[in-house]
């Protein structure tokens, strides 16, 4: 059995495709850095995946720090930003706070100018960076959420599927009722705690209702409502045939809502991906509530003859096929969202991950000494005394196994809040705005612009300015090349868009030490050159 757990982990990681997590931008429009020579109608940034807005999350700013008029709508992949007034010439900088289609807030900044870029740049509110790390505290809520739900819903599946209907398990069957009402209300309060602590993480402080998708609203109702459902059904614990069936079909209404947020939302093929996790979720909660079911029940029914082994042996039949599902799922959810080996050691999520494989090898390590020594015992004690003893053993195997399945719902607690990609960062940061150098030709003084410090688009803009600081021109217009050791952009296409300002897009392949070299005819005979050196950083 491990072997085959390796050998499907190896198979779907090692086939893996680059891994989809959070949106992340793919395109502006302006592109970061440009210098145009009128102001745009609109901003548009187009991201990896749908993304949606939230309450006062987009705001635009000025060189010296006001607010620009602006609205900004979300369409699939597409955020739009409409400046809304007159726009001056300088640097404008757009800051957004966007939720990602998995749920989880992404924010980053795009700097432009127009015109020409501003000599200085005040910073945006500190508040408009919030961080998009998750807190510890939803983390903790959706463990507790995550293990009540499990709790209640597994123990109604043990209690109609594997306790005898005999009257002799009546103590041992209000036992598990008890268990699965307790595990109920611990879901309840999970999972309605979530919204708010959710809401305030999307908008980055509060508790804005409005900003939560109606999913998270769906999902939190149909756990609520099916676990109500099943645990009222359940009644005493032997509810009949039909009420039974119609209870279970309550309980998985329940188990696997959760499935329709969260990373698999963003995984690709979208059905494939929530329908394993809703199979993953549904084996998880029968098999967490089959053992504490177990842990409950084992010592009670052990001295009522062969009622133990009985029930151990209907479990432990089903728990090997549990086991392949959860295996199976497992990886295929692994492969999806993770996407790559690397990403195991590299991100946080993947460290994670690793953890969680270890629990569970743990966890299938229990099983199978339950299985194949502790249950051989049970069935084969013929005395009352023998039976006591072996369903003692059974008991602490599986409150040892429940507890480390336990510590497998905290993982996944804070796997479904962390980014498969890497650990959050703002996605526009300090490498992204204008960098500048300055040098004299003649009477003149030169001042490129670059317009990212980070390989890719951007550009490359001349100020030419008299001893007064007004900008001038040249006897004929400047000339530049671009070059770092490894590569020679070549010459670069200036064109002119006002008095002394000469501007034009290139593309820096890599990081590394670039220089502009400017040529500035300033007479006839008079051909003054000089060298910019500017960092790219990777």
């Given at each position: 059995?491990?072997?085959?757990?390796?050998?499907v982990?190896?198979?779907?990681?090692?086939?893996?495709?680059?891994?989809?997590?959070?949106?992340?931008?793919?395109?502006?429009?302006?592109?970061?850095?440009?210098?145009?020579?009128?102001?745009?109608?609109?901003?548009?940034?187009?991201?990896?995946?749908?993304?949606?807005t939230?309450?006062d999350?987009?705001?635009?700013?000025?060189?010296?720090?006001?607010?620009?008029?602006?609205?900004?709508?979300?369409?699939?992949?597409?955020?739009?930003?409409?400046?809304?007034?007159?726009?001056?010439?300088?640097?404008?900088?757009?800051?957004?706070?966007?939720?990602?289609?998995?749920?989880?807030?992404?924010?980053?900044?795009?700097?432009?100018?127009?015109?020409?870029?501003?000599?200085?740049?005040?910073?945006?509110?500190?508040?408009?960076?919030?961080?998009?790390?998750?807190?510890?505290?939803?983390?903790?809520?959706?463990?507790?959420?995550?293990?009540?739900?499990?709790?209640?819903?597994?123990?109604?599946?043990?209690?109609?599927?594997?306790?005898?209907?005999?009257?002799?398990?009546?103590?041992?069957?209000?036992?598990?009722?008890?268990?699965?009402?307790?595990?109920?209300g611990?879901?309840?309060?999970?999972?309605?705690?979530?919204?708010?602590?959710?809401?305030?993480?999307?908008?980055?402080?509060?508790?804005?209702?409005?900003?939560?998708?109606?999913?998270?609203?769906?999902?939190?109702?149909?756990?609520?409502?099916?676990?109500?459902?099943?645990?009222?059904?359940?009644?005493?614990?032997?509810?009949?045939?039909?009420?039974?069936?119609?209870?279970?079909?309550?309980?998985?209404?329940?188990?696997?809502?959760?499935a329709?947020?969260?990373?698999?939302?963003?995984?690709?093929?979208?059905?494939?991906?929530?329908?394993?996790d809703?199979?993953?979720?549904?084996?998880?909660?029968?098999?967490?509530?089959?053992?504490?079911?177990?842990?409950?029940?084992?010592?009670?029914?052990?001295?009522?003859?062969?009622?133990?082994g009985?029930v151990?042996?209907?479990?432990?039949?089903?728990?090997?096929?549990?086991?392949?599902?959860?295996?199976?799922?497992?990886?295929?959810?692994?492969?999806?969202?993770?996407?790559?080996?690397?990403?195991?050691v590299?991100?946080?999520?993947?460290?994670?991950?690793?953890?969680?494989?270890?629990?569970a090898?743990?966890?299938?390590?229990?099983?199978?000494?339950?299985?194949?020594?502790?249950?051989?015992?049970?069935?084969?004690?013929?005395?009352?005394?023998?039976?006591?003893?072996?369903?003692?053993?059974?008991?602490?195997?599986?409150?040892?196994?429940?507890?480390?399945?336990?510590?497998?719902?905290?993982?996944?607690?804070?796997?479904?809040?962390?980014?498969?990609?890497?650990?959050?960062?703002?996605?526009?940061?300090?490498?992204?705005?204008?960098?500048?150098?300055?040098?004299?030709?003649?009477?003149?003084?030169?001042?490129?612009?670059?317009?990212?410090?980070?390989?890719?688009?951007?550009?490359?803009?001349?100020?030419?300015?008299?001893?007064?600081g007004?900008?001038?021109?040249?006897?004929?217009?400047?000339?530049?090349?671009?070059?770092?050791?490894?590569?020679?952009?070549?010459?670069?296409?200036?064109?002119?868009?006002?008095?002394?300002?000469?501007?034009?897009?290139?593309?820096?392949?890599?990081?590394?030490?670039?220089?502009?070299?400017?040529?500035?005819?300033?007479?006839?005979?008079?051909?003054?050159?000089?060298?910019?050196?500017?960092?790219?950083?990777?």
């Amino acid at each position: 059995m491990l072997v085959l757990v390796l050998v499907v982990v190896a198979l779907v990681l090692g086939l893996a495709p680059p891994a989809s997590a959070h949106a992340s931008v793919v395109s502006t429009d302006p592109a970061a850095g440009a210098v145009l020579a009128d102001a745009p109608e609109r901003v548009r940034f187009t991201f990896s995946e749908p993304v949606a807005t939230v309450p006062d999350g987009v705001k635009v700013y000025d060189a010296a720090g006001e607010l620009v008029a602006s609205s900004a709508t979300a369409d699939g992949v597409e955020l739009a930003i409409a400046l809304e007034g007159e726009v001056g010439d300088g640097t404008l900088i757009v800051t957004y706070r966007i939720v990602s289609k998995d749920g989880h807030p992404v924010s980053g900044s795009l700097i432009f100018s127009v015109g020409a870029p501003s000599p200085t740049v005040e910073e945006p509110p500190r508040d408009d960076a919030a961080s998009t790390a998750v807190p510890r505290t939803l983390s903790l809520v959706r463990f507790v959420g995550y293990v009540g739900l499990f709790l209640g819903a597994g123990l109604l599946w043990f209690a109609v599927l594997f306790l005898p209907s005999d009257r002799a398990a009546d103590t041992s069957r209000r036992r598990v009722v008890l268990g699965a009402r307790l595990g109920g209300g611990v879901a309840l309060v999970g999972w309605l705690l979530a919204l708010p602590v959710t809401a305030s993480y999307q908008v980055g402080g509060g508790v804005t209702w409005s900003a939560l998708a109606a999913t998270e609203y769906v999902v939190a109702a149909a756990v609520a409502v099916g676990l109500v459902v099943a645990l009222v059904l359940l009644g005493s614990g032997a509810p009949g045939r039909r009420r039974g069936w119609v209870a279970l079909a309550a309980a998985v209404v329940a188990t696997t809502a959760p499935a329709l947020t969260g990373h698999t939302r963003a995984a690709t093929p979208e059905v494939l991906a929530v329908a394993a996790d809703l199979v993953h979720l549904l084996a998880g909660s029968v098999w967490l509530g089959g053992l504490v079911g177990l842990g409950l029940v084992l010592a009670d029914l052990s001295g009522r003859g062969t009622m133990a082994g009985e029930v151990l042996a209907r479990f432990s039949g089903v728990a090997a096929g549990i086991l392949a599902v959860l295996v199976v799922t497992g990886s295929l959810l692994a492969w999806r969202v993770l996407g790559s080996w690397s990403g195991l050691v590299d991100t946080t999520y993947g460290k994670l991950l690793l953890v969680k494989i270890g629990a569970a090898l743990v966890v299938i390590a229990i099983a199978a000494f339950n299985r194949f020594r502790l249950l051989p015992r049970l069935q084969a004690a013929a005395h009352r005394k023998d039976r006591r003893a072996g369903a003692g053993l059974v008991v602490r195997s599986v409150v040892a196994e429940s507890a480390v399945l336990v510590v497998v719902l905290l993982l996944t607690g804070f796997l479904v809040d962390r980014n498969p990609e890497g650990d959050p960062v703002v996605q526009a940061s300090a490498t992204a705005r204008p960098t500048s150098r300055t040098a004299q030709l003649d009477a003149i003084e030169v001042r490129a612009t670059l317009g990212r410090q980070t390989p890719g688009p951007t550009s490359v803009t001349l100020e030419l300015l008299d001893p007064a600081g007004e900008p001038t021109e040249g006897y004929a217009a400047p000339q530049a090349t671009f070059a770092s050791d490894d590569v020679d952009l070549g010459e670069v296409p200036l064109r002119n868009i006002g008095p002394g300002v000469y501007t034009a897009e290139v593309v820096v392949p890599a990081p590394g030490d670039w220089r502009l070299k400017v040529v500035l005819p300033t007479s006839e005979v008079d051909v003054p050159t000089s060298t910019l050196e500017f960092d790219v950083l990777g």
